[in-house]
């Protein structure tokens, strides 16, 4: 890579090309205006719900915020999500791991004296488990895929799940009750007399009435949306931090088609790893963003700072950093770090604090670290780690502050609908464009791109890593276990529960099925759906609930407006011609493609 005329270049096949930026206005996401596109619940509803167990894949990005200090016993609990394990740590004993079933996925953990509560996004369920043996003592399904979880004072567990649901257990783990609250919940946090939900691409903090679960209040984060990956509470100041990351909302103007995902300028990053606190009354009281900062994925609360790991950074750039807090209101605009913590840690994926000293963990390697008064691994591998490994290739900054989990969180989507303008070499991208998918069989949905322009993964990552990004060219062996391992990505599905009628009937009485068909609900073909578009490739369907917008451009906020909007969005007739459907099986369709 080089600079030339203040903008950022490289050379690929000889040819020198730089990039140019164009501001424009932005392009909101769904679920911010209005926040929320499902009605709230009218009460609490007693019991649990069927849960459904996902289909079992390989392959578990990193997820961020997997570790919790247990003061008590002066230790640490860590969960490892890719290995179906707990490990135990402290300074005064062996560290201890125990597995808790193939393909459980630990994730958010909680910690009450000698009892730690994990979610088991894997397998739906919360476990109780003893520490510091690990033993686990019960488990409880709850939900297709637990996220959040938190513990209220009175002892009651409340879990957030991907698909919308918020379950509440009781101290001995029975399900209490549960609401459907709004697709792609992350975090909840239960303090100030109210219920703190964040949604995981939708960019907001949803707002509820402990007694009633109805929102009562929702903070969008900035108003494009943008990718939340941790949220904790605020012991000093009430309210809740939130790690997100804000969307640039610029317009990606490549001059000749290279380098055009990542940017030069540390604070218009495509997204930009920020902080917020939002207060019990649904404010935005304080606000910043860092800059050289690529995957935000976990803070902690210390005294009057807070720490931020990133994932993303780079060989001897800041892994954990800090912010001070102490006036907790106001906006600091973006800004370096207050404090650089540690560096050059590998992929750092949680944070905490143990007696005043952070513990940091891993992954990879895998393995838990002191970051004071000296780095010392404390369990699992050591550094350096391998820098072809896939899994460092698609969460470290490829060059210009933008990695490929920047837009594929857990390899998934973002939830982003991005303006591309003309001049994009050999891809046809111009226009409004959704971000697309991974997780799901990849090898089995090639040609790639929206409009199925890319023949097989070394053209993906020729096109998106080297040529967007601005990264190496991979070769072959590399780019292919990438593949390889992305293929092992599962998609998240909102809900197991299907809903009353028949909507799969509905789905192929309609045609549907014609272009979306097979497991992945894709012919991997590409179809003109309206009169003035060209051809695009036939998405997958998998994981739809969870989608923050519809159609390749975005212009359907939600699945009704995929159906009931104006034909220059949803196709009309050449689309699926739902003219004859009544409400009620309109309503069936929509319910049955939630669920997919």
């Known amino acids: 890579m080089f600079l030339v005329g203040g903008l950022w270049g490289c050379v690929t096949d000889e040819v020198v090309v730089s990039v140019a930026e164009v501001e424009v206005e932005p392009v909101p996401v769904a679920g911010i205006d209005p926040p929320i596109d499902t009605p709230d619940p009218s009460r609490w509803v007693a019991g649990g719900l069927p849960v459904f167990v996902p289909e079992p894949m ?151 009435d402990p007694e009633t679960a109805r929102v009562v209040d929702v903070a969008p984060l900035t108003v494009l949306g943008g990718v939340v990956w941790r949220m904790r509470p605020d012991p000093a100041g009430g309210g809740v931090f939130v790690a997100f990351h804000k969307p640039s909302g610029v317009t990606v103007t490549p001059s000749t088609g290279v380098s055009y995902y990542g940017t030069s300028d540390p604070c218009a990053e495509r997204h930009q790893p920020s902080l917020a606190r939002v207060t019990a009354d649904g404010e935005v009281a304080w606000r910043t963003s860092f800059a050289g900062v690529v995957l935000g994925v976990d803070l ?68 838990l670290f002191s970051v004071l008064p000296s780095v010392e691994a404390h369990w699992g591998g050591q550094l350096p780690l391998v820098d072809q490994d896939p899994r460092v290739i698609f969460h470290r900054d490829a060059s210009l502050g933008v990695a490929c989990a920047s837009c594929h969180p857990e390899g998934q989507d973002d939830g982003q609908v991005w303006r591309f303008g003309e001049g994009v070499s050999g891809t046809a991208t111009a226009g409004r464009r959704r971000t697309l998918p991974l997780g799901g069989h990849l090898l089995d949905r090639a040609p790639y791109h929206w409009m199925g322009e890319l023949e097989g993964p070394a053209d993906l990552a020729r096109s998106t890593y080297t040529l967007g990004m601005g990264g190496m060219m991979l070769p072959d062996v590399t780019s292919s276990a990438l593949f390889t391992w992305l293929d092992g990505v599962r998609p998240v599905r909102a809900s197991g529960e299907e809903p009353a009628g028949d909507g799969e009937a509905l789905f192929g009485e309609l045609g549907c099925t014609d272009c979306h068909a097979g497991p992945m609900l894709t012919d991997n073909d590409e179809h003109r759906v309206r009169e003035d578009d060209p051809p695009f490739k036939t998405p997958s369907l998998v994981g739809l609930g969870l989608r923050t917008s519809f159609m390749h451009d975005g212009c359907a906020a939600t699945l009704e407006d995929r159906f009931l909007g104006p034909d220059s969005c949803t196709g009309g007739a050449l689309h699926g011609d739902v003219s004859n459907l009544s409400a009620d099986e309109l309503d069936t369709l929509i319910g049955w493609l939630r669920t997919r």
């Open 58 to 208: 390989d392959t578990v990005p990193l997820l961020g915020g997997t570790m919790e200090a247990a003061a008590d016993l002066g230790g640490v609990i860590a969960a490892d999500p890719d290995g179906d394990r707990l490990i135990w740590w402290s300074p005064d004993t062996t560290a201890v791991e125990r597995s808790v079933g193939e393909g459980s996925r630990p994730f958010r953990i909680e910690v009450a004296d000698d009892t730690a509560w994990v979610t088991l996004r894997g397998t739906g369920e919360v476990a109780e488990v003893s520490l510091p043996d690990l033993e686990v003592r019960w488990r409880t399904p709850v939900c297709p895929e637990p996220r959040g979880l938190d513990r209220a004072e009175d002892g009651t567990l409340w879990v957030a799940c991907a698909g919308g649901d918020l379950v509440v257990l009781d101290p001995s783990g029975s399900v209490d009750r549960h609401a459907v609250v709004a697709p792609d919940l992350r975090d909840v946090v239960v303090a100030d007399g109210v219920v703190y939900l964040s949604r995981f691409r939708f960019g907001e903090v949803v707002l509820l």
């Open 300 to 367: 902690a609360v210390d005294g009057d700072r807070i720490l931020v790991v990133d994932a993303g950074a780079k060989f001897g750039r800041a892994s954990l950093i800090a912010t001070d807090t102490s006036g907790r209101d106001g906006d600091d605009g973006c800004k370096d770090p207050d404090d650089v913590v540690i560096d050059d840690l590998g992929l750092v994926s949680s944070v905490v604090v143990l007696d005043g000293e952070p513990i940091v963990q891993s992954y990879v390697p895998d393995a």
